[in-house]
């Protein structure tokens, strides 16, 4: 099939790759040359493990190309993706000017029937919205059809996600419609689940606020957890092995970030009120989010004292592991917040410390290695959950530190193993191992 997906972002560029690997002619549009230029020569704007293979091979075999013109992507395909940004508007609404532009632009060249497709996260109700810049800007009295078909890809997963899909949804006006789409996903022999299009915009919405609920459960849970003396990630793993609850997604930290998470939940509730169906489970989730990060240097500041010239060594930088996304990484907020204080930095992250440079002081400095950090660090902070960091030996590093003390925003090591190691290890809904104890932010109860 011949498709066209418009915006190469996360979304628009695996989407791309993963159809010309099925056999596809696709070309990818995206209005940004210097990007366009190098992915001509195939050079990723992102970082995304097995992406770079993908698009190599395709650009190869001349099954997918680049370019800055919409009108050609349009005219040569019969399907075309809309993937462009969807980011937060100042009210908490979903600004959808990217998608407009693009709805537009279709309109312009569309020049036989085609399928139109959404595959940006959207709020429910626009694909009528899209429908009616299309039908008001078409030059030609043309037929078209607009499909809703969310991507549940995850960041650093984007590939194996887009090939092993949990479901592929298709929101479509009637059941020829959505059985094209369902021709270009049928190699993927993934569960497919056909809807009406309002029904495949809120499920991707749903999703999305029910997984942020989850994070934001577990993360209360993980308050208590604190206060008691109980251990999260025990309990997350006991309530995780019943299958109605599910082990995914019951990991205690830092509060969820990223470029969805916190845009989709605040969408969701502007939508609920827009319809005045209040959503407050959904409000006690973002305020709980927020919450974490103010939580965590509460008690760092509790444990360091004084922060003017203290160093701290940092594991971690990207939002999550396997990316170099920075889009609402805890460890901007964090850094920032302690530097203001006067505290010194030297970060390690194995792939994202380019582009965390700009959002963080310009006296941060950054390490070649993950020992590094430990250089005459009166603490660690660990951000992100990478790999690489459990498998450190950190007996090497508690002999470099002046204090051995490491916060651990995501958990990474066994408590026993930090006890045995001699280090002082604060984490998160786990007991607290200090050489001296320190008032807990939250008083423990009597039980
Ligand atoms: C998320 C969804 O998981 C995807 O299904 C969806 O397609 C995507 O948003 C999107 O809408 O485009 P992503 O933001 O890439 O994917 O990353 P996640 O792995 O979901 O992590 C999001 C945030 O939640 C991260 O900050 C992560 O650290 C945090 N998280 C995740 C936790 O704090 N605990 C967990 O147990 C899981």
Known sequence: ????????GYVGLVTGAVFADLGNDVVCVDN????????????????????????????????????????EGVRRSDVVFI????PAADDGSTDLSYVETVAREIAQHIDRYKIVVNKSTVPPG???????????????????????????????????????????????????VAMSLLELYAPLEAPMLITDVYSAEMIKYASNAFLATKISFINSVANICEAIGADVTLVAKGMGSDKRIGKEFLMAGLGYGGSCFPKDTLSMIHTARKFQQPFPILDAVVETNEDRV?????????????LKDKRFGVLGLAFKPDTDDMRDAKS????????????????????????????????VEYASNPYEVAEDADAIIIMTEWKEFRG???????????????????????????????????????????????????APVTV
Request: hydrophobic fraction near 40%; proline fraction near 6%.
């Open 1 to 8: 099939m011949n498709v066209c997906v418009i915006g190469t």
């Open 126 to 176: 626009t694909g009528d919205f899209v429908r009616s810049i299309l039908e008001a800007n078409k030059r030609r009295r043309i037929d078209f059809d607009v499909v809703s078909n969310p991507e549940f890809l995850k960041e650093g997963s984007a590939i194996k996600d887009s090939l092993e899909p949990d479901r592929i949804v298709i929101g479509a006006p009637c059941q020829n």
């Open 294 to 306: 103010p939580r965590f240097l509460e008690r760092i500041r509790a444990i360091v004292g004084d």
């Open 83 to 86: 993937a462009v940004g969807t």
């Open 332 to 363: 901007v907020e964090i850094i920032n917040s302690l530097a203001e204080a006067g505290a010194k930095f030297r970060c390690y992250d194995p792939i994202a410390m380019e582009n965390a440079k700009p959002l963080l002081p310009d006296d």
């Open 392 to 442: 450190l030996k950190l007996e090497n590093m508690r002999d470099k530190m002046r204090r051995p003390l490491i916060f651990d925003g995501r958990n990474i090591y066994p408590l026993d193993r930090m006890e045995r190691l001699g280090f002082e290890y604060v984490s998160i809904g786990r007991k607290a191992l200090l050489a001296q104890a320190t008032a807990p932010v939250v």
């Open 32 to 71: 940004n040359e210097e990007k366009v230029e190098k992915l001509k020569n195939c050079i990723m704007p992102i970082y995304e493990p097995g992406l770079e293979e993908m698009v190599r091979r395709n650009l190869e075999d001349g099954r997918i190309s680049f370019t800055t013109n919409t009108g």
